[in-house]
């Protein structure tokens, strides 16, 4: 999954993904995506900050540190609401077993050409019109799908989470399908986070490619 921390689509489709981990056979990798990037933003604190010191982290300790490090991230962004800035980076990273200097990377350009290698390789399966969360899947015969989404205002647990990626799968592994769509009614309902599981060892930079 390739996420930026910012967005809340994203974060629900994160805690998803954790609780299909226990509904069905899957191991989620997460991966750094910048809406600043995708949006031609101007170079601000507020839009690069968070994946700026993700994208650090990824490089100076691996890929599976990422999956911590977003659960202390969007813990703090959505459901605290805590103000984005270096207190905030200090205590995620603390609470991912980081060190807080790399909060220092908030106001660093020195990992952007990271974070778009990062961020193209994510969107380059599904093009430039969709936003976070991207999921890449490998699929039959070691075919790659790709896909934008699942966009949720709840994130399912259980069998119901298990039920949603069964589905998922099934369309977006439809190799002529495109879009599924229907007007969002519901903001986001962040409920008690899920967390992620503490045994997963450090993976290679990237899932595909």
Known sequence: MWFDPLC???????????????????EVRFHVMSLAILNSQPLTATSWGPVRVAIAA???????????????????????????????YVAAL??????????????????????????DRGMEPVGQEVGTPVIHVPGPNG?????????????????????LWDGV?????????????????????FSSPLQAAPALQALPPAVFG
């Open 8 to 26: 809340p689509w994203a974060w629900l489709t994160s805690r998803w993904l954790l609780e299909v981990e226990r509904a069905r056979d899957v």
């Open 58 to 88: 990824e490089q100076q300790y691996g890929t599976g540190v990422l999956r911590h490090l977003y659960t202390a991230l969007g813990t703090r962004i959505h459901h605290d609401k805590q103000p984005r800035g270096h207190d905030l």
């Open 94 to 119: 603390a609470d991912a077993g980081l060190p807080g200097e790399l909060a220092d990377a908030a106001e660093s350009t020195h990992y952007d050409e990271a974070l778009r290698v990062s961020h």
């Open 143 to 163: 075919r790659k799908i790709a896909f934008f989404g699942p966009v949720i205002a709840r994130a399912p647990r259980g069998e119901d989470a298990g039920r």
């Open 169 to 189: 799968l099934l369309v977006a592994g439809t190799e002529d399908f495109f879009e599924l769509k229907r007007s969002r009614t519901r903001e986001p309902v």
